[in-house]
């Protein structure tokens, strides 16, 4: 069982830059790829992000791709997502999730999910 708790969340102004971190609890976190998503009002969950197990590939949306950054330390069992440039657009639910490989997680698809935490991007 792994749980994941997710921080960092807030409101920003356009053009902005914030920082989330998900903890997972447990021994086994490298075991698994990790990912970011996001849902905003009204609108389904959408793939962000996913890295690898050993944090060696990296996947992007194409909506974030050269805005936004997933890394993870495996000694501290965490993943984080760097945002910067935000956008209104941007202001959703963010979750984390961990998978057994990235190409799982970009199908929305994953073993874990935190609870997620709010973005909100003010024009």
């Known amino acids: 069982q792994v749980q994941l708790v997710e921080s960092g969340g807030g409101l920003v102004q356009a053009g902005g830059s914030l920082r989330l971190s998900c903890a997972a609890s447990?021994?086994?976190?490298?075991?698994?790829?990790m990912g970011w998503f996001r849902q905003a009002p009204g609108k389904e969950r959408e793939f962000v992000a996913a890295i690898s197990r050993s944090g060696g590939s990296t996947y992007y949306a194409d909506s974030v791709k050269g805005r936004f950054t997933i890394s993870r330390d495996n000694a501290k069992n965490t993943v984080y997502l760097q945002m910067n440039s935000l956008k209104p657009e941007d202001t959703a639910v963010y979750y984390c999730?961990?998978?057994?490989?990235?190409?799982?997680?970009?199908?929305?698809?994953?073993?874990?999910w935190g609870q997620g935490t709010q973005v909100t991007v003010s024009s």
């Open positions: 447990g021994r086994t976190f490298s075991s698994y790829a």
């Open positions: 999730a961990a998978g057994p490989v990235a190409a799982y997680l970009q199908t929305l698809r994953a073993d874990y």
